[in-house]
């Protein structure tokens, strides 16, 4: 039974006799909202019609008894209550079609049969964390610390004992294992043995002396635990060793999905200034033998604001996966190759810091994004991204990035266009020849396709007829790869349908890092 001075104040308990101890207004799950109270005086109660309000309707109670110094949960659900809690076996529940609570601000009273206010609460959940309850604690109330995230029918985990070490939480920071150790009682606590176990592998540290309320935190480098570095993840567990007067907050778990070796999972490409009606992304390039999924991975950025990717979206071994900021992606990447980020990517188009995170955390890339590693000949980064040369380089490289020379402006899903070989055999073709410069027939189009031999180039793509009269011009000074395409559609550059007959259809190309230049053509023939 807990001692009475635990629960509340001597002025609290000469007014009152049962009090509202912990409430759960946002439970997750399955679970539903429940009120727990507290008998402080030395006699039972008879619950018989008293009430319990909210700040619109009361509830009548039947007659129910509850024993001094003895807990009763009040909810809607007995059996669900009952699945998602372990509550102690002397513990009174209590079905009743109790008001349903506000999941932001209200007020909890309870009535005796005479309707005399015997307790009340007021709360702003807000304030509070969601999926946990708020505990009593005196006469103020405060979030649940437990584990459990409650202590349905048991002493409030809030309430300060007289000698309690806490293991309050595991996190990933960067490449370290974070746990922080609280001295939650009212004395001075020794030095403590920590002990943290990774997958088996148990790691022993010492706190210092700590003060009532001072915190002590273990800091792991991941990079000392004899792990295979594989992406997956992995349970961490810390405890104390100590005998205290609260034995069930000596220890804390998680699981933690850990990095894969540094080099193997990169950023890859990044766009950071779309064109209207595109938007923001960033493409991850999986390099281990492993396929992942990205939901919930983490973009961060230089002001450490955190997007997660939300949907299931699957990237082989040597594939590529894309981060965007909304759906408009769709139209440049296939369907399973991206998922979107929450809140929306917001990277600064002139300078920022580009991170990609584990779902717990654990830094796995980096890159600084700046508007000045674009190459200095285009003449606008607006819808223009920056690629890496190397998949496998590392990303904080500053010359492994350049603009994307695709002619759409980026690559999202697929290889880099400063990525492909330089090809011995460049090429140039029409397909489908013949087409029909109708757009009421099915082959009303062709596209052009390319292969030059230099990295970047400035290009002129334009067509002729066979007596080197011009046509139209399909390309003109623009930035391009040593692979890409345009279509034409069979008209001149007055926008009138050619007549039927061959065409010569030129490339032009000037390498954007020398003055070399590469020409070629193809024969392309309009049919009726």
Avoid at 19 to 35: A, F, K, M, R
Avoid at 55 to 80: K, N, Q, W, Y
Avoid at 150 to 166: K, M, Q
Wanted: glycine content about 6%.
């Amino acid at each position: 039974m807990i001692p009475f001075i635990l629960l509340c104040f001597v002025a609290t308990c000469a007014n009152a006799q049962l009090l509202i101890n912990e409430i759960h207004p946002t439970p997750s799950g399955g679970e539903p909202e429940w009120i727990e109270c507290v008998n402080v005086g030395t006699r039972s109660i008879n619950l018989n019609a008293w009430m319990i309000c909210d700040s619109r309707t009361c509830v009548t109670l039947d007659e129910v008894m509850i024993p001094a110094r003895g807990f009763v949960v009040l909810t809607r659900d007995t059996i669900a209550l009952n699945e998602s809690r372990w509550i102690p076996k002397n513990v009174v529940i209590v079905e009743a079609n109790l008001p349903s609570l506000n999941n932001t601000t209200d007020r909890v009273e309870i009535r005796n049969e005479d309707s005399v206010l015997v307790d009340s609460m007021s709360y702003d959940a807000r304030r509070h964390i969601r999926g946990r309850t708020i505990e009593r604690v005196g006469e103020t109330w405060a979030s649940c610390v437990a584990r459990d995230s409650a202590t349905c029918g048991a002493l409030n985990s809030v309430v300060t004992l007289e000698r309690d070490v806490r293991c309050s939480q595991i996190s990933a920071q960067d490449d370290l294992i974070v746990i922080d150790v609280v001295n939650h009682g009212h004395t001075v606590l020794e030095a403590t043995p920590i002990f943290v176990d990774v997958g088996g592998e148990k790691i022993r540290f010492t706190t210092s002396t700590l003060d009532p309320g001072m915190a002590w935190t273990v800091l792991l480098p991941i990079h000392t635990l004899r792990l295979d570095r594989q992406l997956r993840y992995e349970h961490v567990l810390a405890y104390a060793e100590i005998n205290d007067d609260r034995a069930e907050n000596d220890s804390v778990d998680a699981d933690l999905m850990f990095p894969p070796l540094y080099g193997t999972l990169m950023i890859n490409e990044v766009l950071a200034d779309p064109q209207q009606g595109s938007c923001e992304y960033v493409e991850v390039w999986n390099g281990t033998p492993d396929t992942i999924d990205l939901d919930g991975w983490i973009i961060e950025d230089a002001s450490h604001v955190r997007s997660v990717g939300v949907g299931k979206t699957v990237v082989a071994p040597h594939g590529y996966g894309v981060i965007a900021g909304d759906t408009s992606i769709r139209n440049r990447v296939g369907q399973d190759q991206w998922t979107l980020a929450r809140p929306a990517l917001q990277i600064n188009s002139t300078t920022d810091l580009i991170v990609l995170r584990t779902p717990s955390g654990f830094l796995v890339d980096s890159m600084t994004y700046d508007e000045k590693l674009h190459h200095s000949i285009i003449p606008t980064t607006k819808g223009v991204a920056l690629e890496k040369r190397h998949t496998n380089v590392v990303s904080s490289d500053r010359s492994v990035w350049t603009s994307s020379g695709d002619v759409s402006g980026g690559t999202p899903g697929r290889i880099n266009s400063v990525s492909m070989s330089a090809s011995s055999n460049a090429t140039m073709q029409a397909v489908p020849s013949p087409f029909s410069s109708d757009p009421g027939r099915r082959l009303s189009s062709c596209v052009i396709t390319w292969q030059q031999p230099f990295e970047q180039a400035i290009a002129r793509v334009c067509v002729y007829r066979p007596d080197g009269s011009f046509v139209a011009d399909l390309l003109n000074s623009v930035f391009i790869a040593r692979e890409g395409g345009v279509a034409w559609s069979g008209v001149d550059w007055l926008g009138q349908r050619v007549a039927v007959g061959p065409y010569v259809v030129a490339i032009e190309c000037v390498d954007a890092s020398s003055a070399a230049v590469y020409r070629d053509r193809c024969l392309v023939v309009v049919g009726e």
